[in-house]
């Protein structure tokens, strides 16, 4: 079972992302596939952007016991390319980060993954899934995103 919740949007109204970095300048929604952009994956999807590079929208859970976790993401550009990064952060002192950059494109969906390796194995943290737009006010499109 994926630690993110809402994994596929099909839920509309229980987003669960949240704005982080640069908050102010994103924007979220979740959007109805079409013929020309079907979803990957039921019939809904997210669609971000940043009005400047660098913001970014995170879920965050807690894990305990847990020796790496992995996210996997479906990708896509509504117009052209988006560049972003998939981050998946383990919150403490200090935090952690194993980024992982992509281009989205129009055509196609596409899978983009990352993989962190855990310290302090036994103790309960706080993990963040977070994507990074750094395409400003291009529509990134994220499908299918899950966290093992
Ligand atoms: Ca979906």
């Known amino acids: 079972m994926s630690y993110l919740l809402n994994p596929s949007f099909e839920d509309q109204k229980n987003i669960q992302w949240q704005r982080v970095n640069i908050g102010n300048a994103v924007s979220f929604d979740v959007v109805q596939g079409t013929s020309q952009i079907p979803a990957k994956s039921g019939d809904f999807y997210l669609a971000a952007r940043s009005t ?40 403490g002192s200090p935090d952690r980060a194993m980024p992982a950059r992509f281009t989205a494109m129009s055509a196609e969906w596409d899978l983009v993954t990352c993989t962190l390796d855990l310290t302090n194995v036994a103790s309960s943290k706080t993990i963040r899934v977070e994507f990074y737009m750094d395409t400003p006010s291009s529509d990134l499109l994220v499908d299918s995103v899950n966290a093992f």
């Open 52 to 91: 400047v590079p660098g913001g970014s929208i995170a879920q965050d859970f807690s894990v305990q016991g847990v020796r790496s976790i992995s996210a996997f993401a479906w990708v896509r550009a509504r117009v052209g390319q988006v560049s972003g990064t998939l981050a998946i952060w383990q919150l």
